[in-house]
Each structure stands twice: as structure tokens, then as C-alpha cells.
T-cell receptor, first 111, second 116 residues
């Protein structure tokens, strides 16, 4: 089946630093999604990418849809303590609506 | 607008017992999803409903798991009998359409199941 590989698995950074994480797949996806999950909550959508090569920003977050449609990255600039959480990438088969998730990158921000 | 509601939030049972989870999606959302999230992993789709019909249940362990969405609104996921490896968070999500490039899934807070 489809598998998504996220890296790094975890990150420990200082407040104010920039963060970069990525996601690769063995399959092509029509849509790439980035979610954040806080403890005890469900994932919340941060950014959605719909076209190969697309670069999209949401505040301090920037994500790109790889040209091959098999990868994506997420950057967070000037990290703050509330950025702590688990970040998941997901690839979606647009027609069916089904999403395949990576295993997440756990971000810890030290004040 | 109210989000996706799930209950209970936590459940502890012994192996071989039965358990049921309930989900109420966002009003007007036609598509409902149940995901299983094992600790340290991403959510894995168990079943997808479009109104009250099943769209995808290819990863649902049908010998022990069942789900229904009788009136196209609320849904129940049942495990009978439970195994130790069923310990996980069960997430419910809903979306307006269930397909199309801009259809967004909204997740509930999940039910954390511990099987002893």
C-alpha cells in the first residue's frame, strides 16, 4: 500500500529558530496536506497543496508540493512555544477523499 | 459552528470485551471517516461513509470491527472482541463532500482506548 516517510522523527529547537521537515512517498498524490496535532486533540489542517510545484504560506508556515508529486516540505519560521506538537503530512487521493498519513514529526520548542 | 463530537473520551476494557464509540459529525457533512491512531503513528483510515453508505472499508478488520451510520448523520464504531493491539486513539472526521480538491476533513478529539 501507499507509505509516507516523514523526517525527522523529532526535533528539539530553541525559540526563535526556523524549522524544516519533509515528507516523501512511493506514490503520486494529487493533494498534499500538513496537519498539527496537540495532545488529546485530533489533527488540525494547517496547509493544503493542490498543484505540483505549488508554494503556499499560512502566517509563519510555508509548504511546498514537490515537482514529482511524491514529496512535500513544511517550514516554520521564528518558532514560538505554542508551535510544540506533532506535525503530520498526508497525501490524498482527491477523487476518493481518502488520506494517507505519515507517522509525524514531534516538535519541541525550548523557551 | 460546532465541531466533530466523540464519546467517550477514554475507555479502559479487558481483552475479549466489547466496546463502542460514538461520533456526531459537523452538521451538513456528508462524509464521515473513522481512523485508528496507534501511539507514535499517524492516523490510519478504517472506514469511510458517504451519507449512510460505505465508500471504503478495505482496512477495517471485519472479523472484530463493525461500523454503521444508519441515518447518514451519527456513526458508531464497535470492536468485539477487543485485543491488546486494539489499544489506540480512535478518531472520527467529517467533510462536506468526501472528494474534490478543496474538501477538508475536520477531526474530533478522539477516544483513547486501552485494552488490558
Amino acid at each position: 500500500g501507499q507509505q509516507l516517510n516523514q523526517s525527522p522523527q523529532s526535533m528539539f529547537i530553541q525559540e526563535g529558530e526556523d524549522v524544516s521537515m519533509n515528507c516523501t512517498s512511493s506514490s503520486i498524490f494529487n493533494t498534499w496536506l500538513w496537519y498539527k496535532q496537540d495532545p488529546g486533540e485530533g489533527p488540525v489542517l494547517l496547509i493544503a497543496l493542490y498543484k505540483a510545484g505549488e508554494l503556499t504560506s499560512n502566517g509563519r508556515l510555508t509548504a511546498q508540493f514537490g515537482i514529482t508529486r511524491k514529496d512535500s516540505f513544511l517550514n516554520i519560521s521564528a518558532s514560538i512555544p505554542s508551535d510544540v506538537g506533532i506535525y503530520f503530512c498526508a497525501g490524498r487521493d482527491t477523487n476518493a477523499g481518502k488520506s494517507t498519513f505519515g507517522d509525524g514529526t514531534t516538535l519541541t520548542v525550548k523557551p | 459552528e460546532a465541531g466533530v463530537a466523540q464519546s467517550p473520551r477514554y475507555k479502559i476494557i479487558e481483552k475479549r470485551q466489547s466496546v463502542a464509540f460514538w461520533c456526531n459529525p459537523i452538521s451538513g457533512h456528508a462524509t464521515l471517516y473513522w481512523y485508528q491512531q496507534i501511539l507514535g503513528q499517524g492516523p490510519k483510515l478504517l472506514i469511510q461513509f458517504q451519507n449512510n453508505g460505505v465508500v471504503d472499508d478495505s482496512q477495517l478488520p471485519k472479523d472484530r470491527f463493525s461500523a454503521e451510520r444508519l441515518k447518514g448523520v451519527d456513526s458508531t464504531l464497535k470492536i468485539q472482541p477487543a485485543k491488546l493491539e486494539d489499544s489506540a486513539v480512535y478518531l472520527c472526521a467529517s467533510s462536506q463532500v468526501g472528494g474534490g480538491p478543496t474538501d477538508t476533513q475536520y477531526f474530533g478529539p478522539g477516544t483513547r482506548l486501552t485494552v488490558l
